[in-house]
């Protein structure tokens, strides 16, 4: 089936610096979302990215459909002690899928204050 | 809001018996899948369902059976538990198919199995 290479896979940063993190795919998707898993909750969706070339904030969040639509990217800018969590990539292809996403294996983020 | 609710946050059971988690969406949503959660593994997909009484089976199926009597309930059952079967289970929902909607997620059911 469809992989994801989500990376890093874990990251340990100072309160108010900038987060990177990004997925590669094998396959071409036409869809990328973004979650965030909370401690002891279920993933939330942060952001849906539907276009190749797509760039879409939400605060202070920043995620990016790839060109070649088979990576994208979310940016976190200065950091706060909530954004700990788990931050999952998920791709998804209706032509070949529907309805169905991969998931990435999640970027877990601690920030120190 | 979409609510995704599980039917219980923890669960203890025991080697070999057979074990339901229940899951209810409030949002007429078509889509339903069963996720388990390990470290380092992400999510991999147990079983999902596009309709009343429709299931496909996901990447990690073996040992699990589902089903979907009403469009609002998703049932994973474990036919005979094993230790191995330990971890967290996510249910989550989508809406249609053919349209990229994303999936929302119940709290988890943290599943041990002595």
């Known amino acids: 089936g469809q992989q994801l290479n989500q990376s890093p896979q874990s990251m340990f940063i100072q309160e108010g610096e900038d987060v990177s993190m990004n997925c590669t795919s094998s396959?071409?998707?036409?869809?990328w979302l973004w979650y965030k898993q909370d401690p002891g909750e279920g993933p939330v969706l942060l952001i849906a990215?539907?276009?190749?070339?797509e760039l879409t904030s939400n605060g202070r969040l920043t995620a990016q459909f790839g060109i070649t639509r088979k990576d994208s990217f979310l940016n976190i800018s200065a950091s706060i002690p909530s954004d700990v969590g788990i931050y999952f990539c998920?791709?998804?292809?209706?032509?070949?899928?529907?309805?169905?996403?991969?998931f990435g294996d999640g970027t877990t983020l601690t920030v120190k204050p | 809001d979409v609510k995704v609710t599980q039917s219980s946050r923890y669960l203890v059971k025991r080697t070999g018996e057979k074990v339901f988690l229940e899951c209810v969406q409030d949002?007429?949503?078509?889509?339903m899948f069963w996720y388990r959660q390990d470290p380092g593994l992400g999510l991999r997909l147990i079983y999902f369902?596009?309709?009343?009484?429709?299931?496909e089976k996901g990447d990690i199926p073996e040992g699990y059976s589902v089903s979907r009597e009403k469009k609002e309930r998703f049932s994973l059952i474990l036919e005979s538990a094993s230790t191995n079967q330990t971890s967290m289970y996510l249910c989550?929902?989508?809406?249609?198919?053919?349209?990229?909607?994303?999936?929302?997620f119940g709290d988890g059911t943290r599943l041990s199995i002595l």
């Open positions: 369902s596009y309709d009343v009484k429709m299931k």
């Open positions: 949002m007429d949503h078509e889509n």
């Open positions: 396959s071409i998707f036409n869809t």
């Open positions: 998920a791709g998804s292809n209706y032509n070949t899928n529907a309805g169905k996403s991969t």
């Open positions: 990215l539907y276009k190749a070339g």
């Open positions: 989550a929902s989508s809406l249609g198919q053919g349209a990229e909607q994303p999936q929302h």
